[in-house]
T-cell receptor
Framework: DAGITQSPRHKVTETGTPVTLRCHQTENHRYMYWYRQDPGHGLRLIHYSYGVKDTDKGEVSDGYSVSRSKTEDFLLTLESATSSQTSVYFC?????????????FGDGTRLSIL | GQNIDQPTEMTATEGAIVQINCTYQTSGFNGLFWYQQHAGEAPTFLSYNVLDGLEEKGRFSSFLSRSKGYSYLLLKELQMKDSASYLCAGETGNQFYFGTGTSLTVIP
């Protein structure tokens, strides 16, 4: 298994509260990604990082922010959660040692916003 | 956006061969990746293609035609455990764009 851990695995919270999801890797990979997965939409990229303090937006970045202060950790924050952000969130990592490396995914975080 | 299309559902018989198609409408993909995802679990990497042609990995093979914007995943000797969703993803600029996945049900 790729050394990637997401926390928490499940969370229920209320609309308007801040939420932070953590992705931790032990592979020293450069690239880290946050996706959300919803029925009928598949996996959609929220934000990704290509190095410490280097991040960029994906296709569904509104309402989300990220931070990467060290190689191993990539945090996803919902500043003020809304019910539309109820989803399963996956973190992924990707090495760059060899071209066309695949992504490897964490086990996911199931987030419910009530 | 990057339009990637896959059939929503497929059913096949144990021991048979099934082909899952993926079409895309962009010329910018560096590679085309296939993932398997069992219900309630994370996607796991199966296969990828960079050049046109067939890549074989045991019971799984993947094919790519860049000029036609077309790929398929071929699963041979189907087993019940192959019941899962299969995700097609194109990669460009270190970003991955996923199709909505094909839910495969293997029946006895």
């Amino acid at each position: 298994d790729a050394g990637i851990t997401q926390s928490p695995r499940h969370k229920v919270t209320e609309t308007g509260t801040p939420v932070t999801l953590r992705c931790h890797q032990t592979e020293n990979h450069r690239y880290m990604y946050w996706y959300r997965q919803d029925p009928g939409h598949g996996l959609r990229l929220i934000h990704y990082s290509y190095g410490v303090k280097d991040t960029d937006k994906g296709e569904v970045s509104d309402g989300y922010s990220v931070s990467r202060s060290k190689t191993e950790d990539f945090l996803l924050t919902l500043e003020s959660a809304t019910s539309s952000q109820t989803s399963v969130y996956f973190c992924a990592i990707r090495g760059t040692g060899e071209k066309n490396q695949p992504q490897h995914f964490g086990d996911g975080t199931r987030l419910s916003i009530l | 956006g990057q339009n990637i299309d896959q059939p929503t559902e497929m059913t096949a018989t144990e021991g048979a061969i099934v082909q899952i198609n993926c079409t895309y409408q962009t010329s910018g993909f560096n590679g085309l990746f296939w993932y398997q995802q069992h219900a309630g679990e994370a996607p796991t990497f199966l296969s990828y293609n960079v050049l046109d042609g067939l890549e074989e990995k045991g019971r799984f093979s993947s094919f790519l035609s860049r000029s036609k914007g077309y790929s398929y995943l071929l699963l041979k000797e189907l087993q019940m455990k192959d019941s899962a969703s299969y995700l097609c993803a194109g990669e460009t600029g270190n970003q991955f764009y996923f199709g909505t996945g094909t839910s495969l049900t293997v029946i006895p």
